[in-house]
């Protein structure tokens, strides 16, 4: 027994140990990994030192098998490649880990990947269609994962991409989108460096868009952005000089004229960027000539110095736009075989750099200064390049729509699929709840509802009770006047007349004689007279003489009071046949809520300047009529509104029946029937 214990102890501290052993060893893996790409991100290292660190992480990454560590150590690779120049070997890498993050499902890899691959055929620039693809899909990862700053330089990308491909709308939808969230970031000199690139390419599409003064002012915008940068120097003579360019474009040359110089004024300007100076002064001494300076011995010379600067620096971009202005330049003096030259070598230069604006103007020019068929020949290439950039600008714009749509319902479906997920995942609770939540909060609100109609119902009641007994007091006090009256009459009056007539019988009562008859028979008619004044004070003590007149008292006061306070003349009328004194408090209660109701709806509603009511008894059935000369309404439209449907309510509590008819523009009669023999006491 004590030898298995001891086996047992044995195995399990064995198994134990090579599990810690495990944990060790990856955890050294791992610190080995975090370490060599620290290193491989170290700026104080040369780039040489940095492949090498970055290179071995990677290695080390894939030894582990663990995808996330070999994500993130690509990610330091990639950066190294790409401050190395190695293009290629950039764009390769970052496939493999758009693959690798597709599978992981790791969106801001994805999006960092895709951001990558998308710059390298952005910098190419000759698979644009690419390039705008992988920076779109960018541009929608970055927006959910809040990476503003990387979702700022893709769309400045997107923005740059279809700028080139004449897709100025959009160029300038993605600009404007990305000053909006650089609006959220901190004033510092890198984000001061995106807002003036965005404010160039806006200036610049504005000018395409032939929107000069919009594209003065982004230019202008750009100029003071440049002036905040800790090294913005060169950046705001650029917008000084696109700026004046716009200006040449739009016709005011003096303007344009003053900027160039004003750049050129700078002492250090040839020391700082000698290929930019070059082009200033090209510029400057074009825009003089446009501007009808005849100096031209004092043009030339500058033309050849800047032509001269940019041909020792090798610089095809600036040697070509100083070409093609001395192309210009002799053209005008009717020195065609220096302008044929200069037009040549704008030819030749335009197709190397593939600039094909360049190539369209100096083929129109060649086929002005050439002659006859070899002149047909520049103008026929010039037209079928136009076609094909056209066919072209189309295309790729058709690509880039295409490429938009494509991404959106991708992102549609999956939104969709993670959509479906969830729910199969928590329907059920959620059904749950919801039907349970439902449940009692319906049941609570028609608990409160009842409540606070019963409240409400309540509250009418005791109001129109306190009226009732407020009209009863006053009837009490007649009727009590009234007795009094009566009372007197009978004291004063009956019994004097008995008292006296008692005696004069009693003078007579023994004697006889056709004079004693006589008198006893006049004595016998003022009895009878008393008796017919004793049966009218009872017949009058016997009927109520306010009987039926309180209600229609109640009624009177709410038509007076409501009829002041909403401004209306009215009209009432009431039948003396209907008995009130037999009805229910309820029905008239109810009917009393009617007319309130009505008198409501109508100021409300109506627009009416005069309202009629009346009240009638028709084989034993009360008709209650309201009408107003109001703007009328559509029944079946507005049988709906609450107003309506209390009346209606309260005329079932009386088993009546309520009918409404309304002309538009000439008013609404609302007709109520109620029985008597359902709504008496």
Do not use: C
Not at 353 to 380: Q, R, V
Not at 593 to 617: D, G, P, V
Not at 649 to 658: A, D, M, T
């Amino acid at each position: 027994m004590l030898r298995t214990s001891l086996i047992l102890i044995f195995l399990f501290f064995n198994i134990s140990w090579k599990f810690l052993a495990q944990d060790i060893s990856e955890t050294n893996q791992y610190d080995s990994i975090l370490k060599l790409r620290n290193l491989g991100s170290d700026l104080s290292l040369s780039l040489d030192e940095r492949l090498k660190y970055s290179k071995k992480a990677v290695e080390l990454s894939k030894i582990s098998g663990v995808d996330s560590l070999i994500l993130r150590s690509n990610r330091v690779l990639s950066t190294v490649l790409l401050y190395q120049g190695q293009y290629e070997v950039f764009k390769n890498l970052n496939h493999k880990s758009l693959a690798l993050a597709k599978k992981m499902n790791d969106s801001a890899e994805i999006a960092q990947s895709s951001h990558n691959i998308g710059w390298f055929y952005f910098q190419s620039r000759v698979q644009n269609d690419s390039a705008y693809y992988y920076l779109n899909n960018a541009v929608k990862l970055y927006k959910p994962l809040r990476k503003i700053s990387n979702q700022i330089d893709a769309l400045q990308n997107l923005s740059d991409i279809l700028q080139v491909e004449k897709d100025y709308l959009g160029s300038e939808e993605n600009a404007i989108e990305a000053l909006k969230l650089l609006d959220n970031l901190p004033e510092n000199d890198t984000n001061l460096r995106k807002a003036w690139n965005l404010y160039n390419i806006l200036g610049i599409v504005s000018l395409e868009l032939n929107q000069f003064e919009k594209s003065i002012e982004y230019h202008q915008k750009a100029r003071e952005i440049a002036k905040k940068r800790e090294n913005g120097f060169l950046s705001m003579l650029f917008s000084i000089n696109n700026e004046a360019f716009v200006h040449r474009e739009k016709g005011d040359k003096e303007t344009a004229q003053k900027l160039y110089k004003e750049i050129l004024e700078e002492d250090n300007l040839f020391d700082l960027d000698p290929t930019f100076y070059a082009l200033v002064s090209d510029n400057l001494a074009y825009t003089q000539f446009l501007n009808g300076d005849k100096d031209y011995d004092k043009l030339d010379k500058i033309f050849k110095r800047a032509y001269k600067i940019a041909d020792s620096l090798d610089d095809p971009i600036t040697k070509l736009a100083t070409t093609i202005d001395m192309a210009h330049f002799y053209k005008a003096q009717n020195k065609i075989d220096s302008s044929l030259h200069y037009a040549k070598e704008t030819y030749d230069l335009a197709k190397l750099t593939s600039e094909n604006d360049m190539l369209l103007e100096s083929l129109l020019l060649l086929s002005e200064l050439k002659p006859g068929e070899e002149g047909k020949k520049y103008l026929n290439e010039h037209i079928k390049l136009s076609d094909s950039l056209l066919q072209h600008e189309r295309g790729i714009r058709n690509k880039f729509a295409r490429v938009q749509f494509e991404t959106d319902q991708i992102e549609q479906e999956n939104e969709r699929i993670a959509t479906q997920r969830f729910w199969l995942l928590i329907a059920s609770i959620v059904l749950l709840v919801t039907l349970f939540l439902l449940y009692v909060i319906i049941t609570q609100r028609a608990k409160n509802k009842e409540l606070q109609f019963e409240k409400d119902q309540q509250q009418a009641n005791e109001e129109i009770y306190n009226l009732m007994l407020s009209q009863q007091d006053k009837v009490d006090e007649a009727r009590a006047q009234e007795k009094k009256r009566i009372s007197e009459e009978i004291h004063d009056g009956i019994l004097g007349r008995l008292f006296g007539t008692r005696l004069s019988l009693d003078t007579f009562n023994f004697k006889d004689g056709p004079e004693a008859a006589k008198t006893r028979l006049q004595y016998i008619n003022d009895l009878k007279n008393i008796e017919q004044d004793i049966r009218k004070i009872s017949h009058d003590l016997n009927t109520d003489f306010v009987a039926g007149s309180g209600f229609m008292d109640i009624v009177d006061a709410l038509i007076q009071s409501q009829a002041q306070a909403y401004n209306l003349n009215y009209e009432f009328h009431h039948s003396d046949d209907i008995n009130w004194e037999d009805l229910t408090n309820k029905t008239k209660i109810h009917i009393y809520r009617i007319l309130q109701e009505s008198m409501q709806n109508i100021y409300k509603h109506a627009e009416a300047t005069l309202i009629k009511i009346s009240f009638e008894l028709k084989n034993n059935v009360i008709l209650m009529t309201i009408s107003d000369d109001g703007k009328g309404f559509v029944l079946n439209k507005s049988k709906k509104g609450i107003g309506l449907k209390n009346i209606n309510s309260r005329v079932e509590e009386v088993n009546g029946l309520v009918e409404f008819d309304s002309v538009i523009d000439e008013g609404t009669t609302i007709l109520i029937k109620i029985p008597l023999s359902n709504n008496q006491l």
